[in-house]
């Protein structure tokens, strides 16, 4: 053994262990940004029925008379709200100046604000409301149990179908036009892969992926099964730790045990799609803002804070474009107490 004095040890300046800055979030594929000039104003929504409504319109024979009148009915107008969300990390200048040239200390800081303020937009978006069956009333569904992709002993377990059924549902309320943004958690699709109604309908499909490194095999053949397009499924698996500071961890998946399943297009004039995600440009035209602050109040070297902020609204104007299925697998056996 060599003598323990001729070397002292030292953190490696080529290696450390820290949790990826950057998850696969799925806020945008459903709500695509749409920047706007003040934190509220209204969205105009027109009468489907009435722009759908069969009228009797026959004129043989009345040529005399004028055709009927087709009027414009509008509803209420919904409305947009942006919040602020906020989040700083502190100038600490003689820990700063003090740390190990490893730890890369500065570049941290503004890592870690922007990973804590994307971590609650991912929640506000994909638990607060796509998640939330009373912002998606009528286009949401807890599975029951008998129905659950991973209830494998049970007859009425029936993902294809289910998520099928789904999809044309959507297609019909949008005038034709199928989902095309699905998200759910890998341990959801191993469920679906592993029933005997997606092995029995795709024993004979034939595969071609052209990029098999970033596809999942069974997300392309179970979106040929359910009519979505090529790469519309996206799997994410992103977590979130519940626990409050100093308590030992509990990581949760954001989708959980949850299949979201949308019509996306991007806002417009005419839209019918989803929603979007309403961010106020008053100050800046980046979804997330980080800015330094100047620090006079805190610490005994003055410094600069790192503040990192989003002013945004995650909005589905048209809940009748997408669905949400929860509890499409039993969180209790499946997921190993990641999901719900």
Known sequence: MPAPFVHINKRLADLSLRFPEEQVTVRSDFFPRKPVEHLTDLITQ????N??????????????ELPGIVPLVLDANQNYSCKIWAARAIAQEITSRNSDASLDYEVERALMVKQRL???????????????????????ETLALAEQFDNFSSPASLP??????????????????????????????????????FKDRSKY???????????????????SLIGLQAGAIKLTDAVYNTAKAGLPESLKQFIGSSVCIAYVTPPSIRTYGFGAGFAWNGYSTDPMTIIKVPQFTAGIIPGEEIRAFSVVDFKPYNVKAGYTLDQAVNPATTGGGLLD
Request: hydrophobic share 40%.
């Open 205 to 223: 499909t034939t595969l071609v992926v052209g990029d098999p490194a970033s596809s999942d095999g069974r997300a392309r053949i179970l979106e």
């Open 51 to 64: 722009i759908l409504r069969l009228d009797d319109l026959d004129m043989s024979g009345a040529d005399e």
């Open 160 to 197: 294809v179908s289910k998520l099928s059924g789904i999809c044309l549902t959507i297609k019909s309320q949008t005038g034709g036009n199928m989902p095309n943004v699905c998200s759910m958690s890998s341990f959801t699709l191993n469920a679906i892969a592993a029933s005997e109604e």
């Open 118 to 140: 994307s971590t609650l937009l991912e929640y506000q978006a994909v638990n607060k409301v796509l998640r939330n069956p009373a912002i998606m009333a009528g286009s949401f």
């Open 46 to 49: 027109w009468n489907r029925a």
